[in-house]
């Protein structure tokens, strides 16, 4: 009994080492720390670096375009089922929290182009996440 115990814990722990060594910085959810935005690992992408980041099947990628003051991209369903109430994030470093994108559902495979507008220039890095299934708040 006690082999077998010691056989299952060495399995969760295994399986818990896995999933944490599989996520990588842009799955990992969005915190909060003293007024500005990091993800998880790495903090706030540079101002003029793409974000993507993948989440429950849905890809999202961002950047930020100087010209015409914008954050462009996409996301994209990656599955082959419909997924429900997709949504956008953006965090800026000065505290500005642009979105969540109105929630809609894509089909397998289908892209919805993505755009934040007339964002003002005080920022010097940001951060984005893509939700799937989450309720409007």
Known sequence: MNQMLRAFVLIVIGLFVFLISSCSSVTRPYINFEGIGFSGQFGLNKRLDPVRHVQGGASMILAYDPQSRSIKGHVENM????????????????????????????SPGETRKIEFIKIGEDFTGWTAHVEVGGSED
């Open 79 to 106: 599955t082959n089922q419909t997924l429900k109430r997709v949504r956008v994030k953006v965090r800026l470093s000065n505290g500005v929290k642009l979105g969540p994108t109105r929630a809609i559902d894509l």
